[in-house]
């Protein structure tokens, strides 16, 4: 018989994490999300309005130039700021669209988005600089601010302003720390949006100082009021404007993970060496399918954002005839931010409660800053059916809990 030896104890050797990662913050959505399917496999039925994800297919058009993408070999690492194509194409479009003459060596392509938030925080802010960001805002701005040792200054998003900035509160906040300045139109979560003339008056406030403007139009396809603008269409801001756009929301393409940045070429040049030094490059396959997204048929995007709308009508006056909730028409994205402040209840206490008593999962406001406190976020990208049902579930709590 084989003799083994005795197997000493294992030592268990304290974690030791640096010091950075207790800055860092999460997305609230994804936690939901798991929470959401455990009861889900306890047996409860619960309608998902939790996550920022278009409940559409993306697109057969796209699907078959990934796959015949596939076929022809696209299957190995591209540059890791682009295929030359798809940056040619990105540039292409963003000199259409925001009216500005726009070259692919200030295109980098990375998977998803979030990328081009880290990389540019990362790339521009040393430790104790200042970066004014949205709040209630997407989270990730915060948490890679205070991640990399920057002061994150919020700005407060106020619903009697239709969550637009109010502009003397910027200029007040601007000093001679502010690096980097972020906005986002249209926004998540409250669906407000920053039009022409708000833009114009961003960029007086900013004047002629030398800081960056983070622009995040994730979601600029998706404007069901007015039109989409951008602050690199300002004379004077192209230089000082790194532009985030992809393709997830627009082309129901979240699973895929591309987006990309548009900025001066110095310093898509560093954002590159990053991409370089994390990431290799994005999937060539799928940054062929932006190509197609890009240049093929764009009824797709038109379909969707009708559909998203008519979502929002329904959902917005439904929630309006529930006890306790006050909704404002958001303007842009697939998402509703409906005051929850005259039920008495705390947003995180509120959001909880209808996930494990009435089956609706959303979020709370404060998932998206403090100055969320008194709201949630319901996603509209979920089916007229759902939505109704939704609204009907959280109905009959009001009516048994307020």
């Known amino acids: ?199 114009h008056d961003i960029a007086d406030a900013i004047g002629d100082r030398n800081i960056m403007v983070l622009s995040d139009e994730i979601y600029s396809r998706l404007i069901f009021d007015g039109q989409h603008y951008s602050i690199m269409s300002v004379p004077g801001f192209k230089d000082r404007t790194i532009l985030l756009d992809g393709f997830s929301k627009t082309y129901a393409m979240t699973g895929w993970r591309m987006g990309y940045g548009v900025m001066r070429s110095d310093l898509a040049a560093h954002v590159t060496r990053l991409m370089t030094n994390s990431n290799s490059c994005t999937a060539s396959f799928s940054q062929v399918a932006g190509i197609e997204a890009l240049r093929g048929d764009q009824s797709s995007v038109d379909k969707m954002r009708g559909e998203f709308q008519r979502r929002r009508d329904t959902f917005v006056a439904g929630l309006n005839q529930i006890k306790g909730f006050s909704c404002r028409m958001p303007k842009g994205a697939f998402y509703v931010f409906p005051n929850i402040q005259k039920t008495g209840w705390k947003s995180k206490k509120l959001a909880d409660a209808l996930l494990e008593e009435a089956g609706v999962a959303c979020l709370s406001g404060t998932a998206f800053g403090d100055f969320g406190e008194g709201y949630l976020r319901f996603s509209v990208a979920n089916s007229l059916e759902n939505l109704n049902k939704a609204l009907e579930r959280i109905q009959q709590w009001t009516t048994r809990n307020l």
């Open 1 to 199: 018989m084989p003799v083994f030896a005795t197997m000493e104890p294992t030592t268990q050797y304290e974690l030791r994490l640096a010091t950075r990662m207790s800055r860092l913050g999460t997305e609230t959505a994804f936690e939901v999300l798991n929470k959401a399917r455990a009861l889900e496999r306890q047996g409860k039925q619960i309608v998902h309005l939790e996550i920022g994800e278009p409940d559409f297919d993306t697109p057969a058009n796209i699907v078959e130039a990934a796959v015949d993408a596939l076929h022809k070999g696209w299957t190995h690492y591209g540059p890791s700021a682009g295929l030359p194509d798809l940056r040619q194409t990105i540039a292409e479009e963003v000199s259409r669209t925001r009216a500005v003459e726009c070259k692919s060596d200030e295109v980098v392509v990375v998977p998803g988005g979030k990328p081009i938030i880290f990389f540019s925080i990362l790339s521009l802010v040393d430790g104790g600089d200042e970066v004014i960001y949205p709040n209630p805002g997407f989270p990730i701005y915060e948490s890679m601010i205070n991640y990399i040792g920057g002061r994150a200054v919020p700005i407060r998003l106020r619903e009697e302003r239709d969550f637009g900035l109010d502009l003397k509160e910027l200029a007040s906040l601007i000093t001679d720390r502010t690096k980097l300045i972020i906005i986002n139109s249209p926004q998540n979560p409250t669906g407000g949006v920053l039009g022409k003339r708000d833009i």
